[in-house]
């Protein structure tokens, strides 16, 4: 029998999920059906009943529901409990339904697959938001040496710092207080969408230091041109897309496939859209 998956959203019809996970499901042979499914704004809970209710495995959230899948779960897993959010969805063999969230474990791994040494590494983390919340656990675990978090609003990245301080050296502050230089800078903002960049200092990054943008495109973002500008390195965070579904996938199907291949034709794809 065919096992049914899905990506829930609002609006959903960009969502690139059904292509990377038919393409994970190819590499091993795995009968899968997978579908983007626009859920109404006032009622996730049931929509995920009602694809539970038709035969649903599991499922990965993205905006607005993120925080809505977080509420209906039976159990969560501790990165998810810290994020306050969840993008995947697994529904166990007792009926429950468990939530994770995997964005934060795909940047560490696209962060890795680059070559950048996170351990005793000085990182700074642009943005208060959900996305940063939901990165900070799986940074933290790999023991820099510090992170902190910076946003124009300064209360708000010094309260997000303070929920992470038990788990390693961690501030937060605003934009006006950054001091570098760092080893790696992670825009976590959504200033690149309206082609905006924070008010940066120029000596911010070290010697051989990583920028990387959580957004893509087919084009550098202006985050990043502004880096190599500064002498970084940069990478955008098309393969922390992929590489957070392959950790969903390997949750559903206890398989972790070759993200290389698929990062590679969706690369090729934005180069020619």
């Not at 059906?33 to 006032?42: F, G, K, R, S, T």
């Not at 995947?88 to 680059?114: A, F, P, S």
């Not at 609003?153 to 010094?158: F, L, N, S, V």
């Not at 990054?205 to 390195?233: K, N, Q, S």
Request: charged share 25%.
């Amino acid at each position: 029998m065919t096992d049914r998956y899905c990506v829930f959203g609002h609006p959903v019809g960009h969502s690139k999920s059904p292509v990377i996970h038919a393409a994970f499901a190819d590499q091993g042979g795995d009968d899968i059906e997978y579908v983007a499914i626009e859920a109404p704004l006032d009622d996730f809970a049931g929509a995920w009943r009602r694809f539970v209710a038709e035969g649903g495995r599991g499922a990965n959230v993205t905006v607005p529901f993120k925080e809505a899948a977080f509420r209906l779960c039976d159990t969560l897993s501790e990165r998810a409990r810290r994020a306050g959010a969840v993008n995947t969805l697994v529904l166990g063999g007792n009926g429950l339904t468990y939530g994770d969230t995997t964005d934060g474990i795909g940047l560490v791994h696209d962060l890795k697959r680059h070559g950048v040494e996170l351990a005793r590494a000085r990182i700074l983390v642009l943005g208060a938001g959900g996305a940063v919340r939901g990165v900070l656990e799986p940074l933290l675990a790999e023991e820099p040496a510090s992170l902190r978090v910076a946003n124009r609003t300064a209360a708000k990245a010094e309260a997000l710092a303070a929920d992470f301080r038990d788990l390693g050296e961690i501030a937060g502050g605003g934009f006006d207080a950054v001091a570098g230089p760092f080893d790696l800078v992670i825009n976590g903002t959504s200033a690149s969408l309206a082609g905006d960049l924070p008010p940066l200092p120029d000596d911010l990054f070290a010697p051989g230091a990583t920028a990387y943008d959580m957004m893509y495109g087919a084009e550098p973002t202006v985050f990043l041109r502004w880096a190599a500008e500064h002498g970084a390195r940069g990478v955008d965070g098309l393969g922390m897309l992929v590489e957070q579904a392959a950790e969903s996938f390997f949750q559903w199907r206890g398989r972790r496939p070759d993200t290389a291949p698929v990062l590679e034709r969706l690369r090729q794809a934005l180069s020619v859209s």
